[in-house]
């Protein structure tokens, strides 16, 4: 008999079942066996989701059987037929995204980039608020954000060109020693990552912000669930242009 879960095994996340509809999209609705090879390609990305590495350590952590089966689940939810024990994050996914494999296939292309470099961030104890994609993407994100050579490139062409000034309040940096006056300013990726697009960053992709509006920017982020600009951070915050 397939072990589909073992005992603290944690429910599956938001962007784990993005990853299984892209799947099952692939497969035009007609989920594969276990043994079938992308069923096991998907088992080996989702072991290694950098947190759920203790669970990971045990075989009945999404292994091939428990893919296949959430396989079942989303076509029970698309189609009212196979097994019936779905979650609700199996429901609300499929409310979403049921109805646009494109977009999907967009989400899963950046979340399977984001696994592969959110161990290097995890390690660093992250504390962060989560983006609407999930935590594998929100970590990749602040990865490029959080890259000493690019912030350091992004300040020296803002000195280049005038005194630092964040671009959502117009604060600038205080002091006459130049780290101190670029201590409170951090480098924003102002592109929407959910768009799919992984590709090297380039200091015209980058905003200078303070740690205040930085961080309101990320908040404002997770709480609706969308990209938002600088513009609609500085209309949010009421500050002129």
């Not at 037929?81 to 999907?104: C, H, I, M, Q």
Request: charged share 25%.
């Amino acid at each position: 008999m397939a072990v589909t879960s073992g005992h603290g095994n944690p429910n599956w996340a938001r962007e784990e079942v993005i990853l299984a509809l892209d799947l099952y999209f692939d497969c035009k609705g007609r989920p594969p066996t276990p043994r079938d090879a992308r069923v096991r390609e998907l088992s080996e990305v989702l072991r290694a989701f950098p947190h759920h590495a203790e669970s990971a350590r045990r075989d009945t952590f999404r292994n091939a059987d428990g893919v296949a089966f959430k396989l079942q689940n989303l076509r029970q939810v698309a189609t009212g037929k196979g097994l019936g024990n779905v979650s609700r994050t199996d429901k609300y996914v499929w409310e979403e995204f049921g109805s646009d494999p494109a977009r999907v296939k967009q989400l899963a292309q950046l979340i399977r980039a984001g696994v592969k470099v959110a161990h290097e961030f995890r390690e660093q104890g992250a504390d962060y608020e989560v983006f609407a994609e999930g935590r594998v993407v929100t970590e990749a994100h602040l990865r490029r954000e959080r890259n000493p050579k690019l912030r350091s490139k992004l300040l020296a062409a803002r000195r280049a060109i005038g005194p630092l000034t964040c671009d959502v309040c117009a604060r600038q940096g205080s002091g006459l020693d130049v780290e101190l006056a670029q201590a409170i300013f951090e480098a924003h990726h102002v592109l929407p990552l959910s768009a799919g697009e992984v590709r090297a960053t380039r200091l015209a992709d980058m905003a200078l912000l303070c740690a205040c509006c930085h961080r309101q920017m990320h908040k404002l982020i997770a709480m609706r669930r969308q990209w938002l600009t600088v513009a609609d951070l500085r209309s949010v915050l009421g500050c002129a242009e």
